[in-house]
């Protein structure tokens, strides 16, 4: 291991060095699937989607590979309920660092169906990301000032849209949907300028999850709601992660029923089951939050300062 016998920098330039390696492996062979995806015939999409999902799963078992050989994990993972990897599954999480989704990819391969996560429109021009998660049909949400939703009100309809379309898409074969709620990655200057209740947290944002759940709730196994508590670090996160000092992390993971009233209602313009579905995901939020606090104090590696983002 690495992390044991390098210090953590050049850990950490190992582990990037390998991580880019296999990512530029796996997106050559992505490539006809990226390039035949274009023709417009459904059932060639959905065999190019499938594909590139094959090829990404296997990029995840490298990933796992290269962290195991890299870094003394001793990763506290508490799942608290079983999972099938051919259901789908709504999954809900904390968001602090790009190093969330690379611990996601890890921590459910072969436990559930390959992860689709929702991806902020930018990131569709990042090279390589972009178009791989395209050819998976990752929804992309574009996000805009209030300024142009008040000259555009049609634009407040865009990002639901998107999720209808994509949960038509997801409706065909096993997928694990991933939604942060949180719509960005947790800081401290964030929860006070937003005046967020949390400790930990951001607020929620319950729409995009509302509407997901509209449109496949039926088919969901239940919502798993995993918590990660990272190692505090005045390193950015993704970077400390690379260099092996995240080793004694904390994931909580627990299924949560779906209530049966909130699988269907219009959120947008239904008052009454907008504040209910609030106050269902407010109640993960606030139990979230104190999974994060207890987390924090019980165990040494992670209660010093909060990290930085990254």
Not at 91 to 97: G, M, P, R, W
Not at 121 to 139: N, T
Not at 222 to 242: E, H
Not at 270 to 290: C, G, M, T, V
Request: proline fraction near 7%; charged fraction near 20%; include cysteine.
């Amino acid at each position: 291991m690495f992390s044991v016998i390098f210090p953590p920098i050049v850990v950490g330039a190992i582990t990037a060095l390998a991580v880019l390696a296999i990512t530029i492996a796996a997106f050559l062979l992505l490539l006809p699937g990226i390039a035949l995806k274009p023709i417009p015939l459904p059932s060639l999409q959905r065999a190019c989607s499938r594909y590139c999902v094959w090829i990404a799963t296997n990029w995840v078992a490298y990933l796992k590979l290269i962290f195991r050989l890299l870094h003394a994990v001793q990763w506290e993972i508490d799942v608290r309920t079983p999972l099938q990897a051919n259901r789908n599954y709504l999954l809900i999480a904390n968001h602090q660092s790009w190093a969330d989704i690379l611990l996601l990819f890890d921590v459910f391969h072969g436990r559930t169906p390959f992860p689709r996560f929702f991806l902020k429109w930018e990131l569709i021009y990042v090279p390589i990301i972009g178009l791989a998660c395209w050819a998976m049909d990752f929804p992309f949400m574009r996000r805009h000032s209030q300024q142009a939703l008040a000259e555009h009100p049609e634009l407040r309809t865009q990002d639901l849209d998107t999720t209808r379309r994509a949960c038509e898409l997801y409706r065909t074969e096993p997928v694990t949907v991933v939604n942060f709620l949180e719509g960005t990655r947790f800081s401290e200057a964030k929860r006070v300028a937003r005046q967020s209740p949390f400790r930990h947290l951001l607020r929620p944002k319950a729409g995009g999850m509302s509407f997901t759940l509209n449109a496949m709730g039926d088919q969901f196994a239940g919502v798993i709601d995993v918590t990660i508590g990272y190692r505090a670090t005045n390193k950015p996160l993704l970077w400390s992660f690379c260099c092996g000092e995240q080793d004694q992390l904390s994931v909580h993971i627990d299924v949560l029923p779906i209530p049966q009233e909130l699988l269907s209602g219009d959120y947008e313009t239904d008052p009454e089951y907008r504040h209910r579905f609030q106050q269902w995901i407010n109640s993960i939020w606030l139990r979230k939050d104190a999974r994060l606090e207890r987390m924090h104090n019980t165990r040494p590696a992670l209660q010093a300062q909060r990290p930085a983002h990254g």
